[in-house]
């Protein structure tokens, strides 16, 4: 099998400075590297700005970058609501989950969840969905990254995908939470520049009319004007409202996203963090939306075979257009760096769903349920490690065997779908019903991850077809079916607390609700007016809670 | 509360405009669209809560967490 096609240096040179730099990062946070706070919480010591930026390059992966900017290309209006799903999104992250997790978490979202159930069985249950969602969106992160890496610089799929898993082990595995921020902070700063840089040159192109601009890409397009109405990139109008919904409820069951939130001191930077995500994000997706438009009027109806199925080439080959066009000294040093800023992006991504995965072997299952709390940290860390390293691989392994067969925005719908119908309505509930209870917890956690994973091997890509013919759906079957299976999520939480009574459980919703609204006795802080010592009990004591 | 009812309305009502009435989407309004003018107005929104959020926990919420929380400290070291 040949390694490379046709190599092309200077985009694989960029790339080489880019990863040089990222070792260096690697390199000194792994001498800051030691105990668990160290490893998955980046000792609590990254600030509110900082957080901010880290958050948005956790967040903003190439299917916000390329992937948008493509739909843009290809759909118009309907790729600008998906955008919106995905900012608005961050609101109830910022009201309801950022400060209280923080607050109530250690390492993991699990956390907050088993502070007051029972512990073992709501940490399995718990860290199988988070592993669910990390592992799909992990492999749709690599796919992705190997057929890009292989359009942008030659080289090809299979050793694309090595090289982006190796580097992802290498920041986790070395540098932890704190090389992985690091990592995450430069590819923010990277994508705003880049985007800041094409946003503002694809203005001028039009003179800086955006009516302009509107004008000739509705030109370009065969719809014409209705390249700005909708209805071209979803079969039916439930259909967009459902992506809508799984996007806007998804983002705040992400793992790695929650992770983030116990990195910072205390629940202030917590709040500050999510606003600086919010305002970087926010920006970005404007001016993916006139880069987006910019390149359906310059590249055109012509180039719609080259940019992909899916779109992704166009922000690349938009950038070759703008810097001369193709075989130009200009054209090929642009659509270079945007690539480099592709890799950091995808980079950054994949690095936080690995450590996010460690978390949830590592902290969730062998430290709290194999070991029930008796392990010492540095077992929790190397094991944190050894999981990482096995989740890099199987990653690896299952992106090269399916290969570019697996379709990209199905895994992505699918993550998707589980966080907001697994992972949110148990969060939710019990962050803010009393009553809510071990078996609700379980339960829910359950279905919802089931539902998720039935509805979506119904779902329109799989069963390809008018109407989804084949799809015991029919054409109910949608492309993300959240609008299904979140209702269902909340119902078998629901209909599973009220199966049984945890006086218990109720018990420290009380303890958790102080805790998540005040802070008091938080992971990392100073407790206020502080107690005689040994009366404060920092950590939650660990007393069997009575299993019927 | 009312904040929660204000947010998600404004993406409700956006996200249901988007799929039942598209012809309005692609209306021009001050020579862009009406759709591209209600993306924005999303992100404004979001911009808006988020600002009307942080000032308010930073100078109402907090003070009165302290609070608690030094009540509830106080409590623990009494008992």
Redesign the interface.
Same mark, same amino acid.
């Given at each position: 099998m040949p390694i490379a096609a046709d190599l092309k240096a200077l985009p694989l040179s960029i790339f080489g400075v880019v990863l040089a730099i990222t070792l260096g990062i690697t390199y000194w946070a792994s001498r800051r590297t030691s105990d668990a706070t160290s490893f998955w919480a980046a000792t609590r010591g990254i600030s509110g700005v900082q957080n901010g930026f880290a958050i948005a390059g956790d967040y903003m992966s190439a299917s916000s970058f390329l992937g948008f900017a493509g739909l843009m290309f290809l759909f118009g209006?309907?790729a600008?609501?998906g955008?919106?799903?995905a900012?608005?999104a961050? /609101?109830p992250v910022?009201?309801y989950i950022a400060?209280r997790m923080r607050n109530a978490g250690k390492f993991t979202a699990v956390d907050v969840l088993s502070y007051r159930m029972r512990e073992r069985p709501t940490r399995m249950v718990a860290a199988l969905g988070t592993l669910a969602v990390v592992s799909v969106y992990l492999i749709a992160q690599m796919v992705g990254a190997g057929v890009l890496i292989e359009a942008l610089t030659g080289l090809t799929f299979t050793p694309s995908v090595i090289l982006v898993g190796a580097f992802m082990m290498i920041y986790v595995i070395f540098g932890g939470m704190i090389a992985t921020t690091w990592v995450q902070i430069i590819k923010a700063g990277l994508l705003m520049i880049a985007g800041v840089v094409l946003g503002v040159w694809v203005l001028a192109e039009f003179g800086f009319?955006?009516?302009n601009l509107?004008d000739a890409a509705a030109q370009e397009h065969s719809e014409g004007?209705?390249f700005?109405?909708?209805?071209l990139q979803f079969n039916s109008? /439930?259909d967009?409202?459902s992506f809508?919904l799984a996007f806007?409820l998804g983002t705040a069951g992400l793992p790695h996203i929650l992770m983030r939130f116990f990195t910072v001191p205390n629940?202030?930077a917590a709040?500050?963090s999510?606003?600086w995500a919010?305002?970087l994000i926010?920006s970005f997706?404007?001016v993916i939306?006139l880069v987006g438009t910019g390149a359906r009027a310059i590249l055109g109806q012509s180039s719609e075979s080259a940019v992909g199925e899916t779109g992704n080439l166009a922000l690349p080959l938009l950038a070759e257009e703008l810097g001369g066009g193709a075989g130009t000294t200009g054209g090929d040093v642009f659509l270079a760096v945007i690539s480099a800023v592709a890799l950091a992006t995808i980079l950054a991504v994949v690095a936080g769903l690995v450590i996010a995965a460690s978390g949830a072997v590592a902290h969730d299952l062998w430290s709290n349920v194999v070991r029930r709390g008796r392990d010492s940290e540095r077992e929790e860390v190397y094991v944190a490690k050894i999981a990482a390293a096995a989740m890099g691989v199987l990653a690896i392994g299952v992106s090269i065997a399916g290969g570019s067969g697996f379709n990209v925005s199905v895994l992505v719908a699918l993550a998707f779908t589980i966080a907001s119908s697994a992972t949110l309505p148990a969060l939710l509930f019990a962050l803010f019903w009393r009553r809510f209870n071990t078996t609700g917890a379980v339960v829910g956690m359950s279905v919802g991850l089931l539902a998720s994973l039935v509805l979506i091997a119904f779902s329109a890509p799989v069963w390809p077809g008018p109407d989804s013919e084949g799809s015991p759906l029919g054409s109910l079957a949608l492309d993300v079916p959240a609008i299904f299976s979140v209702p269902i999520g909340f119902l078998a939480c629901w209909l599973g607390t009220l199966v049984s009574r945890e006086p218990e459980a109720e018990r420290r919703y009380d303890e958790l609700n102080?805790r998540a609204?005040?802070?008091?006795g938080a992971e990392g802080t100073e407790?206020?007016?502080?107690?005689?010592p040994g009366?404060?009990p920092r950590e939650r004591p660990r007393e069997p809670v009575a299993v019927p | 509360m009312p904040i929660t009812v204000f947010w998600a309305g404004c993406f409700i009502t956006y996200l249901l405009l988007a799929a039942f009435a598209p012809e309005l989407m692609g209306e021009r309004v001050l020579g862009v669209t009406l759709g591209f003018v209600l993306s924005l107005a999303q992100i404004l929104m979001t911009w808006l809560v988020t600002f009307l959020y942080v000032r308010r926990a930073d100078r109402v919420f907090e003070p009165l967490e302290r609070r608690a929380a030094s009540v509830a400290a106080r409590r623990r070291s009494a008992s």
């Open positions: 209006f309907d600008m609501v955008l919106m799903a900012i608005v961050f /609101l910022l009201l400060e009319n955006v009516s509107f004007s209705g700005f109405e909708g209805g109008k /439930l967009l409202i809508g806007l629940a202030r709040r500050s999510v606003a919010i305002f926010g997706y404007i939306m102080v609204e005040t802070g008091y407790v206020p007016a502080a107690p005689p009366e404060a | -």
